[in-house]
């Protein structure tokens, strides 16, 4: 069955350290989404991708970074951890055939930043 | 004024009940909607989608759009302790294949 997973689903940094979180479809889907989620706050979206090669920033964008190789990954790395960042983090994936398609959500990463 | 508004909650409903969801958006143009359903520690799952006017119903839920009043809502009949979750609104943006989403409604379904 097609899935959507994240890697590590719980991680421990020190501010300052740069971080990378893995999310890794087998959908086959042309759309990738990273969003936070925050108490107060609901999903915010961090970056996305429509495409091998193409990201675009979201409404939370700052002190995160993405890259897009291939049709199954879309890796969010923070280049300098914030306690600000502590959050979870969910990817997301949709077909990218119609502005309605349905986003998949892997299962979240806990991150907390001391 | 918020892109997509919901209230926090919790909206506590007794077991068997109708519980009812509210979401109201700003774009006027929006034409279609998502409700998403999260449970405590868990990623969203969909569970509903309108873009019509009116009701559109799958088994105990129905949601319902007005778009001239600018506000969605999900019902829940019969409601069980299972519905106990967090309830997400989300809109596509025009033109764009991303979507914007309410801070979600937490549902209580009391035994």
């Known amino acids: 069955d097609a899935e959507i997973t994240q890697s590590p689903r719980h991680k421990i940094t020190e501010t300052g350290r740069q971080v990378t979180l893995a999310c890794h479809q087998t959908?086959?889907?042309?759309?990738m989404f990273w969003y936070r989620q925050d108490l107060g706050h609901g999903l915010r979206l961090i970056h996305y991708?429509?495409?091998?090669?193409?990201?675009n920033k979201g409404e939370v964008s700052d002190g995160y970074s993405v890259s897009r190789s291939n049709t199954e990954d879309l890796p969010l790395t923070l280049e300098s951890a914030a306690s600000s960042q502590t959050s979870v983090y969910f990817c997301?994936?949709?077909?990218?055939?119609?502005?309605?398609?349905?986003?998949?959500f892997g299962p979240g990463t806990r991150l907390t930043v001391l | 004024q918020k892109e997509v508004e919901q209230n926090s909650g919790p909206l506590s409903v007794p077991e068997g009940a109708i519980a009812s969801l509210n979401c109201t958006y700003s774009?006027?143009?929006?034409?279609?909607f998502f409700w998403y359903r999260q449970y405590s520690g868990k990623s969203p799952e969909l569970i509903m989608f309108?873009?019509?006017?009116g009701d559109k119903e799958d088994g105990r839920f129905t949601a319902q759009l007005n778009k001239a009043s600018q506000y969605v809502s999900l019902l829940i009949r019969d409601s069980q302790p299972s519905d106990s979750a967090t309830y997400l609104c989300?809109?596509?943006?025009?033109?764009?294949?991303?979507?914007?989403f309410g801070t979600g409604t937490k549902l209580q379904v009391i035994p």
């Open positions: 989300a809109v596509p943006s025009r033109g764009y294949q991303k979507v914007t």
């Open positions: 991708s429509y495409g091998v090669q193409d990201t």
């Open positions: 774009d006027r143009g929006s034409q279609s």
């Open positions: 309108i873009y019509s006017n």
């Open positions: 959908w086959n889907h042309n759309n």
């Open positions: 997301a994936s949709s077909a990218g055939t119609e502005h309605t398609d349905t986003q998949y």
